[in-house]
T-cell receptor, first 117, second 113 residues
Framework: AQKITQTQPGMFVQEKEAVTLDCTYDTSDQSYGLFWYKQPSSGEMIFLIYQGSYDEQNATEGRYSLNFQKARKSANLVISASQLGDSAMYFCAMREISSGSARQLTFGSGTQLTVLP | NAGVTQTPKFRVLKTGQSMTLLCAQDMNHEYMYWYRQDPGMGLRLIHYSVGEGTTAKGEVPDGYNVSRLKKQNFLLGLESAAPSQTSVYFC????????????FGPGTRLTVT
């Protein structure tokens, strides 16, 4: 079974509008971390935001926020006031901390976001 | 501060040839990782290391070997390249597990013909 599911292969958003990228995850661990990375067309992987399973507040980093709904096992990325430079592939990833695989990230298949002028 | 660097950036191999990809980090990170990225898929872990002299298998280790002789370097070897190993390879490092983010190198695009 897939551990990270990103159901939106592609998304379009108008410049200056907000957009939500969906991510659901599957784990039986109580302790885990959720990450979002951005991959522009140049190819590098850029860390955006982190949410721990025990964090009480939703994570925020500038224009990025994470809508964490633990009971639904979802960790959606919200980008506010979209900019043309936000056009990229976005990956959700999970690290299960309490199990033996504490060191590796499991990635979703990604969402290609295109910001329209 | 270069972060994570990878050598080479591009390579074309013929089936059966061997090669080594080099990853270097200057952040004194304990953990290092090798991933591959194929079209339409996220990154998949090949091998990883939790410290100098240690290595462990990830999700897709077959056909690859790794070595971590020095803390700052993590080598990925292909002994007999196959077309199925055509991919983009990313190296990453992190200070630890848990909350630590992984820092990625720029990637190596490998084509096996």
């Amino acid at each position: 079974a897939q551990k990270i599911t990103q159901t939106q292969p592609g998304m379009f958003v108008q410049e200056k509008e907000a957009v939500t990228l969906d991510c659901t995850y599957d784990t039986s661990d109580q302790s885990y971390g959720l990450f979002w990375y951005k991959q522009p067309s140049s190819g590098e992987m850029i860390f955006l935001i982190y949410q721990g399973s025990y964090d009480e507040q939703n994570a925020t980093e500038g224009r990025y926020s994470l809508n964490f709904q633990k009971a639904r096992k979802s960790a959606n990325l919200v980008i506010s006031a979209s900019q043309l430079g936000d056009s990229a592939m976005y990956f959700c990833a999970m690290r299960e901390i309490s199990s033996g695989s504490a060191r590796q990230l499991t990635f979703g298949s990604g969402t290609q976001l295109t910001v329209l002028p | 501060n270069a972060g994570v660097t990878q050598t080479p950036k591009f390579r074309v191999l013929k089936t059966g040839q061997s090669m080594t990809l080099l990853c270097a980090q200057d952040m004194n990170h304990e953990y290092m990782y090798w991933y591959r990225q194929d079209p339409g898929m996220g990154l998949r872990l090949i091998h990883y290391s939790v410290g100098e002299g240690t290595t462990a298998k990830g999700e897709v280790p077959d056909g690859y070997n790794v070595s971590r002789l020095k803390k700052q370097n993590f080598l990925l070897g292909l002994e007999s390249a196959a077309p199925s190993q055509t991919s983009v390879y990313f190296c990453a490092s992190s200070y630890g597990a848990g909350r630590s983010e992984q820092y990625f190198g720029p990637g190596t695009r490998l084509t096996v013909t």
